[in-house]
């Protein structure tokens, strides 16, 4: 098949108790409430056949791929990437918090995308293993709605994929930036690509079935 769903970042820095997300004081629960649709979505997928991937954001354990200027941000946010936390370094591959949540984690054979920004196509090889595979659409979610999936899929239109954002299956923190990000996708006809929900992306797939 010529589609993929991509999951961002549903990983426990960002998702559960003690990781960065919490850290920096951003209400978890808001970022968790995705889970149930992004696991129908997932069963679907996989039901399907088609590709599935994931990414994850952190960085090389010596923070030599950590940027200046983010590594400020962070520390303004009160998360400094790279201290302790109850979860292990923050932000830092290897450890438990940077890994996929207990919920959504990955199946053998699913490509899972470790990147040091936002953008999963930033310093990866994602536009590689869709190109190898023949992937010209991307179905989207996870978190954060206004930074890490809108960096993908502003990166991903640039690269020539369709995209469709899957709006009730992607978590932020702040619901107004949540719709404002989604509400940006389909400006002038669709500038970003399309929005639809969970539900409405599964009847789809039943009817193609």
């Known amino acids: 098949m010529s589609s993929a ?3 961002i970042d ?3 820095d960002f998702c559960a108790p003690g990781g960065y997300a919490d850290q920096a004081g951003l209400d978890i629960a808001l970022l968790r409430a995705p889970i149930p649709a992004i696991q129908q979505l997932l ?4 039901a399907r ?3 599935v991937l994931h990414s994850r954001e952190g960085h090389r354990p010596d923070l030599s791929d950590l940027p200046e200027a983010k590594r400020q941000r962070a520390e303004h946010a009160g998360a400094p990437i790279g201290h302790q936390g109850p979860l292990g ?3 830092v591959r290897g450890e438990y918090g940077h890994d996929l949540i207990d919920e959504l984690q990955a199946l053998p054979g ?3 995308i470790d990147k040091p920004g936002y953008s999963a196509f930033a310093h990866t090889d994602l536009d590689l293993l869709l190109r190898t595979r023949g992937i010209r659409e991307l179905i989207i979610c996870g978190v954060t709605t206004e930074v890490c999936v809108s960096s993908t899929l502003r990166s991903a239109v640039d690269l020539g994929y369709a995209c469709t954002v899957v709006g009730d299956a992607c978590g932020s923190a702040y619901p107004e930036l949540h719709d404002a990000a989604l509400a940006m ?3 002038e006809g669709g500038l970003f690509g399309r929005v639809c929900s ?5 009847a789809e797939w039943r009817d193609a079935a």
């Open 198 to 202: 969970r539900q409405g992306l599964l």
């Open 5 to 7: 769903l991509l999951v």
């Open 110 to 112: 699913e490509p899972v």
């Open 89 to 91: 370094k923050l932000l």
């Open 185 to 187: 996708v389909a400006v």
């Open 43 to 46: 069963s679907a997928a996989r």
């Open 10 to 12: 549903m990983q426990r």
């Open 49 to 51: 056949g088609l590709l």
